[in-house]
């Protein structure tokens, strides 16, 4: 599995957008870019994938260049209650002999200030 | 429809004890997970069920841990001998196939003292 790089943490205001960029310079042709969300108490919770160029979702947007060596997810207009740690994973995904494992770096913790 | 239920949500146990967390994956959710997942770092899986068996569980530390999930349905993981370093939250996760998304719930966080 390729491994990830993202920033330890990141503060950020309500109302600004949040962009977290994580690279995976050794992702491989069969992966796909997943993002997960944990609130403190909580497990994780997808929130985005991607596989090349723009995915947009009602939570979020994914980009990713065309060498896919590195992706980074959009938060537009945060509040308060996006304060949450990011996990950026990178690995196969829908690939049944893959058995879909993910594995977690130590995520990027984003704080919204009023 | 109902998420991933584990309990107890929190326990605290003396070293060299024993202790055991259940979870109940969602309803027609093939594949189980168990994950640790100590202070400051991302979850890490211990074990993958599919149905009653066991798909990977190459990071369980097997002198010490156990899991199974006798029915397909919900499943145990137990410790015993807990260590100090075993103070983590234990989170269950599942999914309708190995291929698809992981739901993951709220966790039990143990404490070794």
């Known amino acids: 599995l390729a491994k990830t790089t993202q920033p330890i943490s990141m503060d950020s205001y309500e109302g600004q957008e949040v962009n977290i960029t994580c690279s995976h310079n050794?992702?491989?042709?069969?992966?796909?870019i997943t993002w997960y969300q944990q609130f403190p108490s909580q497990g994780p919770r997808f929130i985005i994938q991607?596989?090349?160029t723009k995915v947009t979702n009602e939570v979020a947007s994914l980009f990713i260049p065309a060498d896919r060596k590195s992706s980074t997810l959009s938060l537009p207009r945060v509040s308060l209650s996006d304060t949450a740690v990011y996990y950026c994973?990178?690995?196969?995904?829908?690939?049944?002999?893959?058995?879909?494992?993910?594995?977690f770096g130590g995520g990027t913790r984003v704080l919204v200030k009023p | 429809e109902a998420g991933v239920a584990q309990s107890p949500r929190y326990k605290i146990i003396e070293k060299r004890q024993s202790v055991a967390f259940w979870c109940n994956p969602i309803s027609g959710h093939a594949t189980l997970y168990w994950y640790q997942q100590i202070l400051g770092q991302g979850p890490k899986l211990l074990i993958q069920?599919?149905?009653?068996?066991?798909?990977?569980d190459s990071q369980l530390p097997k002198d010490r841990f156990s899991a199974e999930r006798l029915k397909g349905v919900d499943s145990t993981l137990k410790i015993q001998p807990a260590k100090l370093e075993d103070s983590a939250v234990y989170l269950c996760?599942?999914?309708?196939?190995?291929?698809?998304?992981?739901?993951f719930g709220p966790g039990t966080r143990l404490t070794v003292t």
């Open positions: 069920f599919q149905n009653n068996g066991v798909v990977d």
């Open positions: 996760a599942s999914s309708l196939r190995t291929d698809y998304e992981q739901y």
């Open positions: 050794n992702i491989a042709t069969n992966d796909y």
């Open positions: 991607g596989y090349k």
């Open positions: 994973l990178v690995g196969p995904w829908m690939i049944k002999a893959a058995g879909n494992k993910l594995t």
